[in-house]
């Protein structure tokens, strides 16, 4: 029997566990419950795969991401893992041989979609579950069982009546990647764990660098990201459907490999879309939040929130799609008050259709401290670690926020002027929103200032010696403040508050952090992890790569993951033993690949 250092190296091609995961294995081994909180790219799949070959029995997995399942099951069974899913993605034919497979103790791992756990949907084949020898259930995506997480899915409420159905009760193992204290105690309730190993390995991932913009031209801010990033893989999210049509428009138009995601497309749509980003006929994934959900794409380099989600979990766990290998990955959130706007009214909007869920004033507070994090100065690292019980250093040096350099600028006059601004129009009987505003303070004169006679406002042109994006900050400040306020509907116009006569009568002083001012001609350095740059090595191992998935019909990461193709270019194994050190390489995939791997090696060596 091998043990669990051997299936790590063996069948995986990994030197040692990562943090926790030795723990975890140990735990599911001795026959305990399990509750594990790990970031993504922790490789908590591990954590439940090699107790699975371990262990006597049957494992199944209840996942809700069919792009997961068939991703994994492809990458064990390149690893000749004995392994198959059960999900609505199945021709009837399909099920029925899989079916037979699983009823003939075919398979050591069976992922299942929670939809399927009812004695219905195994109708035709009753004596299954009661002879079937399951060793062990994992609940993927745990979080989903809990009314206070941020993705409830009423069919995970099967999972604790299907493990009670079973002949004998095999250990429970659930996995999250995001989870408060209130949805940890809801986990374990909804899936009665009993006397389980807790264990949150820590939500940091180093190799993420985090970054908030409050771009006047979100369009003109993206493209020049993209062309920064270019050829590399990534993904934008955006709020609604609509933004996803337009944004993927305007960026295919433009000349970039993206295409879309959301459910408003048809399912063979959206399998034909995330198939070409998948396998790297596209190189950007435009999306809603209906995206990405267990997609294991490893190469993902950047992550790019068009609009801002309705909270930390969400953005977190969205974020956490960049750099699963390990390798440096950018994680950038657009931010404008508009955004906070839109997610209250689809906060409202779903509570009215679900006949007020009761969670209407949770998820605005939860809404509060992701708009907190858009406007904060501090670290934002420390900000998203905090959010999840963690003491983090005030300084990581590796976000925006660290980056810059913020004073404390006292912005009393500013303030008074553009409250004064929003009066005044108010006196004509108008409503503007900030576009105007500030084209109305800086003096502007084109052709809607002018035809309106908004020049003739004793406001007009007050603040022509500020930028577009300095008064822009300030309003976003005195918004979140509550001086000022934003009217409802599609297109808000900035409205006084309760508190704006504080700032005009009363003369309250006023201070904000801005960041400082970069003296003329200096040039500012950035943090950004930059991702591995294509040396010509690389460039080859990945071509070879994409040549061996083609033939296998597989994405390339399957094959090997970014980081192993780099760790290929700095150590430059030329052997089997060599490439047997090579993380990600297991005695299955060195017998596969490396001779292709190693001859491409010793071809670049000699022309060098």
Same mark, same amino acid.
């Given at each position: 029997?091998?043990?669990?250092?051997?299936?790590?190296?063996?069948?995986?091609?990994?030197?040692?566990?990562?943090?926790?995961?030795?723990?975890? %294995?140990?735990?599911?081994?001795?026959?305990?419950?399990?509750?594990?909180?790990?970031?993504?790219?922790?490789?908590?799949?591990?954590?439940?795969?090699?107790?699975?070959?371990?262990?006597?029995?049957?494992?199944?997995?209840?996942? &809700?991401?069919?792009?997961?399942?068939?991703?994994?099951?492809?990458?064990?069974?390149?690893?000749?893992?004995?392994?198959?899913?059960?999900?609505?993605?199945?021709?009837?034919?399909?099920?029925?041989? !899989?079916?037979?497979?699983?009823?003939?103790?075919? @398979?050591?791992?069976?992922?299942?979609?929670?939809?399927?756990?009812?004695?219905?949907?195994?109708?035709?084949?009753?004596?299954?579950?009661?002879?079937? &020898?399951?060793?062990?259930?994992?609940?993927?995506?745990?979080?989903?069982?809990?009314?206070?997480?941020?993705?409830?899915?009423?069919?995970?409420?099967?999972?604790?009546?299907?493990?009670?159905?079973? &002949?004998?009760?095999?250990?429970?193992?659930?996995?999250?990647?995001?989870? !408060?204290?209130?949805?940890?105690?809801?986990?374990?309730?909804?899936?009665?764990?009993?006397?389980?190993?807790?264990?949150? =390995?820590?939500?940091?991932?180093?190799?993420?660098?985090?970054?908030?913009?409050?771009?006047?031209?979100?369009?003109?801010?993206?493209?020049?990201?993209?062309?920064?990033?270019?050829?590399?893989?990534?993904?934008?999210?955006?709020?609604?459907?609509?933004?996803?049509?337009?944004?993927?428009?305007?960026?295919?138009?433009?000349?970039?490999?993206?295409?879309?995601?959301?459910?408003?497309?048809?399912?063979?749509?959206?399998?034909?879309?995330?198939?070409?980003?998948?396998?790297?006929?596209?190189?950007?994934?435009?999306?809603?939040?209906?995206?990405?959900?267990?997609?294991?794409?490893?190469?993902?380099?950047?992550?790019?929130?068009?609009?801002?989600?309705?909270?930390?979990?969400?953005?977190?766990?969205?974020?956490?799609?960049?750099?699963?290998?390990?390798?440096?990955?950018?994680? %950038?959130?657009?931010?404008?008050?508009?955004?906070?706007?839109?997610?209250?009214?689809? $906060?409202?909007?779903?509570?009215?259709?679900?006949?007020?869920?009761?969670? !209407?004033? @949770?998820?605005?507070?939860?809404?509060?401290?992701?708009?907190?994090?858009?406007?904060?100065?501090?670290?934002?690292?420390?900000?998203?670690?905090?959010?999840?019980?963690?003491?983090?250093?005030?300084?990581?040096?590796? #976000?925006?926020?660290?980056?810059?350099?913020?004073?404390?600028?006292? $912005?009393?006059?500013?303030?008074?002027?553009? $409250?004064?601004?929003? @009066?005044?129009?108010?006196?004509?009987?108008?409503?503007?929103?900030?576009?105007?505003? %500030?084209?109305?303070?800086?003096?502007?004169?084109?052709?809607?200032?002018?035809?309106?006679?908004?020049?003739?406002?004793?406001?007009?042109?007050?603040?022509?010696?500020?930028?577009?994006?300095?008064?822009?900050?300030?309003?976003?400040?005195?918004?979140?403040?509550?001086?000022?306020a934003l009217s409802e509907g599609e297109f808000p116009a900035l409205i006084e508050s309760g508190k704006s006569g504080e700032i005009i009568f009363d003369?309250?002083?006023?201070?904000?952090?801005?960041?400082?001012?970069?003296?003329?001609?200096?040039?500012?350095?950035?943090?950004?992890?930059?991702?591995?740059?294509?040396?010509?090595?690389?460039?080859?191992?990945?071509?070879?790569?994409?040549?061996?998935?083609?033939?296998?019909?597989? &994405?390339? @990461?399957? %094959?090997?993951?970014?980081?192993?193709?780099?760790?290929? #270019?700095?150590?430059?194994?030329? =052997?089997?033993?060599?490439?047997?050190?090579?993380?990600?390489?297991?005695?299955?995939?060195?017998?596969?690949?490396?001779?292709?791997?190693?001859?491409? $090696?010793?071809?670049?060596? !000699?022309?060098?």
């Open positions: 029997m091998p043990g669990k250092h051997s299936v790590l190296k063996n069948v995986f091609g990994y030197e040692h566990f990562r943090r926790g995961q030795e723990d975890i %294995i140990d735990s599911i081994l001795s026959g305990r419950d399990i509750l594990a909180v790990m970031p993504t790219g922790a490789g908590k799949s591990l954590c439940y795969q090699i107790p699975a070959l371990l262990l006597d029995g049957i494992t199944i997995i209840v996942s &809700p991401l069919i792009s997961l399942m068939k991703d994994q099951v492809q990458a064990l069974q390149d690893n000749n893992v004995a392994a198959a899913f059960i999900n609505s993605s199945l021709s009837a034919d399909e099920y029925t041989q !899989t079916m037979r497979g699983a009823r003939n103790k075919a @398979y050591k791992i069976i992922y299942i979609a929670p939809e399927r756990l009812s004695q219905s949907a195994f109708a035709d084949f009753p004596d299954w579950l009661a002879t079937s &020898p399951i060793s062990l259930v994992v609940i993927d995506e745990a979080h989903c069982v809990s009314h206070w997480g941020h993705d409830f899915r009423p069919s995970y409420m099967r999972v604790t009546p299907f493990i009670d159905a079973l &002949p004998k009760r095999p250990v429970v193992a659930a996995f999250t990647a995001t989870a !408060t204290e209130r949805v940890k105690t809801d986990i374990q309730n909804a899936l009665a764990l009993q006397n389980p190993f807790l264990i949150t =390995t820590g939500f940091d991932r180093p190799n993420l660098y985090f970054s908030v913009e409050k771009p006047e031209n979100k369009m003109r801010s993206l493209k020049k990201h993209l062309a920064r990033l270019k050829n590399k893989s990534g993904i934008i999210y955006c709020s609604t459907r609509r933004h996803v049509e337009d944004v993927c428009d305007t960026l295919a138009d433009s000349g970039f490999s993206a295409t879309r995601y959301h459910a408003g497309l048809t399912p063979d749509e959206r399998r034909l879309n995330q198939d070409d980003f998948i396998y790297d006929r596209k190189t950007i994934m435009v999306a809603t939040n209906a995206f990405g959900m267990g997609i294991n794409k490893s190469n993902v380099s950047f992550v790019i929130h068009h609009n801002m989600p309705k909270n930390i979990e969400s953005y977190y766990q969205e974020a956490g799609r960049a750099g699963r290998d390990g390798s440096g990955a950018e994680c %950038i959130l657009f931010y404008n008050y508009e955004d906070v706007k839109t997610n209250e009214f689809l $906060i409202e909007k779903s509570a009215e259709e679900n006949g007020g869920t009761g969670l !209407t004033a @949770y998820n605005l507070e939860l809404l509060k401290q992701i708009t907190f994090y858009a406007t904060s100065t501090d670290c934002l690292r420390g900000r998203l670690l905090s959010y999840f019980g963690e003491t983090p250093s005030n300084y990581c040096g590796a #976000c925006s926020n660290c980056d810059a350099q913020f004073e404390n600028v006292d $912005i009393t006059l500013a303030a008074q002027k553009i $409250i004064s601004c929003v @009066y005044r129009l108010k006196q004509r009987g108008k409503r503007f929103g900030k576009t105007i505003i %500030i084209q109305i303070l800086r003096g502007s004169k084109n052709a809607k200032i002018m035809n309106a006679n908004l020049n003739d406002l004793s406001v007009w042109g007050i603040m022509k010696d500020s930028s577009e994006h300095e008064i822009r900050d300030i309003i976003d400040f005195l918004v979140s403040k509550e001086y000022l003369k309250k002083p006023l201070e904000m952090m801005l960041p400082k001012k970069e003296p003329a001609g200096a040039s500012k350095t950035s943090g950004k992890i930059d991702p591995v740059q294509d040396g010509e090595l690389l460039l080859r191992l990945k071509t070879l790569r994409t040549e061996l998935a083609a033939s296998a019909r597989t &994405p390339a @990461y399957i %094959i090997f993951s970014d980081a192993s193709l780099n760790a290929m #270019c700095r150590r430059l194994p030329q =052997t089997q033993a060599e490439f047997l050190e090579i993380p990600g390489v297991g005695a299955v995939k060195a017998e596969k690949y490396c001779a292709s791997f190693t001859r491409v $090696i010793r071809e670049y060596m !000699t022309e060098a």
